[in-house]
Structures are given as C-alpha cells and as structure tokens.
C-alpha cells in the first residue's frame, strides 16, 4: 500500500500570492497534478498541514480546486497558520476527510492536531493522546504511522527548534515502548530531515512550495532545493519504505 504526504502548501485567497519568489498556488497545483498522474495506484493523500497562509475559505476553496484532480480519499490535518474550521468543512466533501486516524490493511495512520492556540509552536493534545494510548492497547496486531504538522524531535535549527511539539517526550516515550509504531512524519520544517528511533522511522516531508535550509540558525530560503512531496509504503508485515521526491 502507497501513501504520498504533501505539506505546507501555503495557499492565500490570492491565487498570485508568492511567498519567497514562489507562487504557493500554482507550486501546489504542479505537484497535485503530476500526482494524479503518476501515482494512480495511491491508497491516500495525506496533506499534513499549513495548508492555508491566511485562514481564509477562500484559500481551502483554492486546495478543494487543485485536489479536485486527484481520485482518492484525502486527509488534512491543521497547521499552525491553519483555521480548524475551515478544515472541518472541506471534510464535509465525500473524498475529503479529517479524523484522528484511519486504517488500511493491518495499518493504523494516526494524525494528530500538534496546533497550539495563539502559538507558532506545536502541543499534543491529551484528549488525542488518550485515544491513541488505547488504540496502541486494543491494536497490538497491528502497525502504526503518525503524521504530526510539528516537528517531535530537534532539527537543529535554532528558530525551528523553538517551535518544536513541547511535549513531544510523551510521544516518543511511547515510540520507545510500541514496537509496532513504525513510522513518525511531519512538515512544518520545509526540509528533510531523517533518523530512526527503536522500530520508528522518524522524518519529515518537504513543502510543496519553499524551502529551507536545514540546520540554519535562523530560517534561511534554500534555493537551490525544489518543492516536493513524499510516497511512503507500507507493507504487511509492518515495514515502511519511503522516499522524497522533488519537482525539477
Ligand atoms: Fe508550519
């Protein structure tokens, strides 16, 4: 089974907006479409948050327009520049969706809400904890991926660092007690970042429209690096395979 995440589209009422030279509209759609094309075998897309700049319903409309395209079941999750309302009502679309978890296979895909109110910074919720705790309990025969919008462990990147899941120890605690949790991906970062913790792969998904130079200490544009997206597969007996592409 193939999941392809996109993240951090960055899309405005204003379909010309650029953010750093970069139109996040027109980024977004490049990605979108040549998804549609290329993997027509995904199980899901998985849009990991930040996918407004403003808020408005307007630019969820803009999301609804480029994923229009695309034929399979979606999942959005907030970001910090993101307006939980209006992703609640995109989810009222049949193929859009925005619950806590879905499972496929003997696959639980678990997507936290890691938005803070009033806060750049990343939070877990206890309540999402809590339910995830149990879902770990009652599902020991299955495997489990987190996708989160805040990144749960440093970078190295000072500015970045600072807005890090505050208690994100609670998470990988329980990353070093579930042998069966395998995966662990986020955006929020606009790089790639990758380690590996107990039988976790953890790492992030780069943006669909600017990018960042990792391990700078304040958040610096990387020209040289090209938008992308990321395919994960998951395979029955609880291996992650995943890769990072980029547009040229
Ligand atoms: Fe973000």
């Known amino acids: ?15 010309n907006y650029n953010a750093f030279e970069i139109n996040t509209f027109q980024s977004a ?4 479409s040549h998804i ?23 630019s969820y409309s803009n999301l609804m327009e480029i994923t ?30 925005s619950e806590l978890y879905f499972m496929r296979d003997n696959w639980v895909f678990f997507m936290f809400n890691t938005k803070k109110n009033n806060s750049p910074n990343g939070l877990l919720k206890q309540h999402e904890i809590d339910i995830f ?17 805040h990144h749960p462990v440093k970078i190295g990147s000072p500015t970045m660092d600072k807005m890090i899941i505050e208690n994100a120890n609670i998470l990988l605690e329980l990353i070093e007690q579930y042998k069966s949790i395998r995966g662990v991906s986020w955006g929020h970062i606009h790089n790639v970042f990758e380690t590996q913790l107990n039988n976790a792969k953890l ?4 943006s669909t429209c600017y990018q960042s130079k990792p391990k700078s200490k304040s958040f610096v544009i990387d020209e040289k690096e090209k938008p992308g997206y990321r395919i994960i597969h ?3 007996s609880g291996e992650l395979k995943t890769e990072v592409r980029r547009m040229c």
């Open 36 to 58: 549609s094309k290329q993997h027509r075998d995904i199980g899901a897309l998985v849009i990991s948050g930040d996918i407004s700049d403003d808020e408005t319903s307007e």
């Open 133 to 149: 705790i149990n879902m770990l309990r009652e599902n020991s025969d299955k495997f489990f991926m987190i996708f989160l919008h």
């Open 29 to 32: 759609e490049m990605i979108i």
């Open 203 to 206: 790492f992030s998904t780069p």
């Open 68 to 97: 229009d395209q695309i034929n399979t079941e979606i999942y959005l999750m907030p970001g910090n520049h993101d307006s939980i309302e209006e992703i609640e009502k995109c989810a009222s679309n049949n193929r859009v969706n």
């Open 1 to 15: 089974m193939k999941i392809i995440q996109i993240t951090d589209l960055h899309l405005r009422s204003d379909k």
């Open 234 to 236: 998951f395979s029955s």
